[in-house]
Protein backbone atom coordinates (compact mmCIF):
# COMPACT_ATOMS: atom_id res chain seq x y z
CA UNK A 1 0.00 0.00 0.00
CA UNK A 2 1.40 2.86 -0.97
CA UNK A 3 2.75 5.94 1.66
CA UNK A 4 -0.09 8.38 0.29
CA UNK A 5 -2.85 6.08 0.93
CA UNK A 6 -1.82 4.63 4.45
CA UNK A 7 -1.22 8.86 5.55
CA UNK A 8 -4.86 9.84 4.21
CA UNK A 9 -6.41 6.75 6.29
CA UNK A 10 -4.58 7.77 9.69
CA UNK A 11 -5.82 11.50 9.01
CA UNK A 12 -9.13 10.63 7.94
CA UNK A 13 -9.28 8.10 11.07
CA UNK A 14 -8.10 11.16 13.56
CA UNK A 15 -10.54 13.60 11.99
CA UNK A 16 -13.56 11.11 12.81
CA UNK A 17 -12.44 9.78 16.23
CA UNK A 18 -11.48 13.41 17.02
CA UNK A 19 -14.62 14.49 15.87
CA UNK A 20 -16.28 11.65 17.46
CA UNK A 21 -14.89 13.11 20.91
CA UNK A 22 -15.63 16.83 20.49
CA UNK A 23 -18.96 16.20 19.88
CA UNK A 24 -19.60 13.80 22.86
CA UNK A 25 -17.89 16.36 24.80
CA UNK A 26 -20.07 18.90 23.86
CA UNK A 27 -23.24 16.16 24.26
CA UNK A 28 -22.34 15.09 27.69
CA UNK A 29 -22.40 18.69 29.57
CA UNK A 30 -24.44 18.87 31.98
CA UNK A 31 -26.48 21.78 33.57
CA UNK A 32 -25.44 24.47 34.90
CA UNK A 33 -24.79 24.77 38.53
CA UNK A 34 -26.68 27.37 40.36
CA UNK A 35 -25.23 29.56 42.74
CA UNK A 36 -26.03 29.75 45.92
CA UNK A 37 -27.05 33.19 48.09
CA UNK A 38 -25.31 34.85 50.42
CA UNK A 39 -25.21 35.00 53.96
CA UNK A 40 -25.74 38.57 56.04
CA UNK A 41 -23.48 38.84 58.97
CA UNK A 42 -25.82 40.94 61.32
CA UNK A 43 -29.54 40.04 60.58
CA UNK A 44 -31.73 42.67 62.42
CA UNK A 45 -34.31 39.70 63.87
CA UNK A 46 -33.49 36.28 64.82
CA UNK A 47 -36.48 35.55 62.46
CA UNK A 48 -34.20 36.75 59.77
CA UNK A 49 -31.40 34.60 61.00
CA UNK A 50 -33.71 31.67 61.11
CA UNK A 51 -35.11 32.06 57.48
CA UNK A 52 -31.38 32.65 56.59
CA UNK A 53 -30.53 29.72 57.75
CA UNK A 54 -33.69 27.73 55.92
CA UNK A 55 -33.07 29.62 52.90
CA UNK A 56 -29.27 27.45 53.26
CA UNK A 57 -30.46 24.04 54.27
CA UNK A 58 -32.94 24.23 50.90
CA UNK A 59 -29.71 25.39 48.64
CA UNK A 60 -27.76 22.26 50.20
CA UNK A 61 -30.44 20.00 49.42
CA UNK A 62 -30.90 21.37 45.93
CA UNK A 63 -27.09 21.16 45.59
CA UNK A 64 -27.09 17.49 46.91
CA UNK A 65 -29.66 16.63 45.24
CA UNK A 66 -28.02 17.81 41.26
CA UNK A 67 -24.80 16.56 42.40
CA UNK A 68 -26.10 12.89 43.00
CA UNK A 69 -28.19 13.27 39.32
CA UNK A 70 -24.06 14.08 37.92
CA UNK A 71 -23.07 11.02 39.20
CA UNK A 72 -25.84 9.00 37.74
CA UNK A 73 -25.89 10.28 34.68
CA UNK A 74 -21.85 9.61 34.70
CA UNK A 75 -22.49 6.12 35.95
CA UNK A 76 -25.28 5.33 33.28
CA UNK A 77 -22.19 6.84 30.74
CA UNK A 78 -19.55 4.46 31.68
CA UNK A 79 -22.21 1.34 31.43
CA UNK A 80 -22.70 2.16 27.71
CA UNK A 81 -19.20 2.85 27.18
CA UNK A 82 -18.83 -0.60 28.65
CA UNK A 83 -21.57 -1.89 26.19
CA UNK A 84 -19.78 -0.12 23.15
CA UNK A 85 -16.32 -1.66 23.86
CA UNK A 86 -18.02 -4.86 24.13
CA UNK A 87 -20.04 -4.67 21.49
CA UNK A 88 -16.97 -3.76 19.37
CA UNK A 89 -15.07 -6.47 20.69
CA UNK A 90 -17.58 -9.26 19.76
CA UNK A 91 -17.41 -7.69 16.65
CA UNK A 92 -14.09 -7.64 16.46
CA UNK A 93 -14.16 -11.51 17.34
CA UNK A 94 -16.93 -12.70 14.84
CA UNK A 95 -14.99 -10.93 11.82
CA UNK A 96 -11.26 -13.09 12.68
CA UNK A 97 -13.68 -15.96 12.74
CA UNK A 98 -15.80 -15.15 9.82
CA UNK A 99 -12.48 -14.61 8.28
CA UNK A 100 -11.52 -18.48 8.24
CA UNK A 101 -15.08 -19.15 6.60
CA UNK A 102 -14.18 -20.26 2.66
CA UNK A 103 -14.99 -18.40 0.05
CA UNK A 104 -18.08 -15.66 1.62
CA UNK A 105 -15.89 -15.59 4.75
CA UNK A 106 -13.67 -12.50 3.57
CA UNK A 107 -17.00 -10.71 2.31
CA UNK A 108 -19.03 -11.07 5.97
CA UNK A 109 -15.58 -10.47 7.93
CA UNK A 110 -15.31 -7.00 5.82
CA UNK A 111 -18.74 -6.14 7.11
CA UNK A 112 -18.33 -7.24 10.74
CA UNK A 113 -14.92 -5.32 10.73
CA UNK A 114 -16.60 -2.17 9.45
CA UNK A 115 -19.21 -2.53 12.30
CA UNK A 116 -16.47 -3.11 14.73
CA UNK A 117 -15.25 -0.25 13.24
CA UNK A 118 -18.36 2.33 13.76
CA UNK A 119 -18.36 0.97 17.18
CA UNK A 120 -15.14 2.06 18.04
CA UNK A 121 -16.24 5.54 16.75
CA UNK A 122 -19.23 4.87 19.05
CA UNK A 123 -16.98 4.23 21.83
CA UNK A 124 -14.84 7.24 21.46
CA UNK A 125 -18.11 9.57 21.09
CA UNK A 126 -18.92 7.88 24.46
CA UNK A 127 -15.57 8.82 25.93
CA UNK A 128 -15.82 12.32 25.44
CA UNK A 129 -19.48 12.28 27.24
CA UNK A 130 -18.08 10.65 29.94
CA UNK A 131 -15.07 13.22 29.90
CA UNK A 132 -18.10 15.93 30.07
CA UNK A 133 -20.01 14.12 32.44
CA UNK A 134 -17.05 13.69 34.87
CA UNK A 135 -15.98 17.56 35.17
CA UNK A 136 -19.77 18.15 35.86
CA UNK A 137 -19.80 15.35 38.39
CA UNK A 138 -16.91 17.79 39.88
CA UNK A 139 -18.60 21.05 39.35
CA UNK A 140 -21.52 19.86 41.28
CA UNK A 141 -19.53 18.02 44.12
CA UNK A 142 -18.00 21.69 44.87
CA UNK A 143 -20.86 23.44 44.32
CA UNK A 144 -22.72 21.07 47.21
CA UNK A 145 -19.60 21.65 49.72
CA UNK A 146 -19.79 25.24 49.25
CA UNK A 147 -23.58 24.78 49.49
CA UNK A 148 -22.65 22.71 52.92
CA UNK A 149 -20.23 25.50 53.95
CA UNK A 150 -23.01 28.19 53.75
CA UNK A 151 -25.37 26.06 55.92
CA UNK A 152 -22.90 25.90 58.66
CA UNK A 153 -21.98 29.51 58.26
CA UNK A 154 -25.92 30.27 58.50
CA UNK A 155 -26.22 28.19 61.36
CA UNK A 156 -23.59 29.89 63.32
CA UNK A 157 -24.34 32.97 62.61
CA UNK A 158 -28.55 32.01 63.85
CA UNK A 159 -26.20 31.03 67.02
CA UNK A 160 -24.95 34.25 67.54
CA UNK A 161 -27.84 36.35 66.50
CA UNK A 162 -30.95 34.29 68.78
CA UNK A 163 -31.34 33.70 72.06
CA UNK A 164 -31.17 29.77 73.31
CA UNK A 165 -34.91 29.17 73.01
CA UNK A 166 -35.28 31.41 69.99
CA UNK A 167 -32.32 28.79 68.68
CA UNK A 168 -34.07 26.00 69.92
CA UNK A 169 -37.34 26.89 67.77
CA UNK A 170 -35.97 27.48 64.36
CA UNK A 171 -33.84 24.43 64.94
CA UNK A 172 -36.94 22.03 65.10
CA UNK A 173 -38.05 23.08 61.89
CA UNK A 174 -38.30 20.15 59.52
CA UNK A 175 -35.58 19.74 57.58
CA UNK A 176 -36.49 20.48 53.45
CA UNK A 177 -35.13 17.48 51.82
Do not use: H
Not at 67 to 94: C, N, P, Y
Not at 97 to 124: D, I, K
Amino acid sequence: MPLAVVVVIVIAAIIIFGGAYGVGTVAGRGTETPAGGTNIFDPEACQDACNQWDARRQERCNAEAAAAAARKERDSITVQLAGVLATAAALFAAAIAAALVPFVGEAVAGVLLAAAAAMLVLAVFYAGMLSSANDDVSSKESAAQKARDKEAEARSILFATCTPDESDKCLMRPAPC
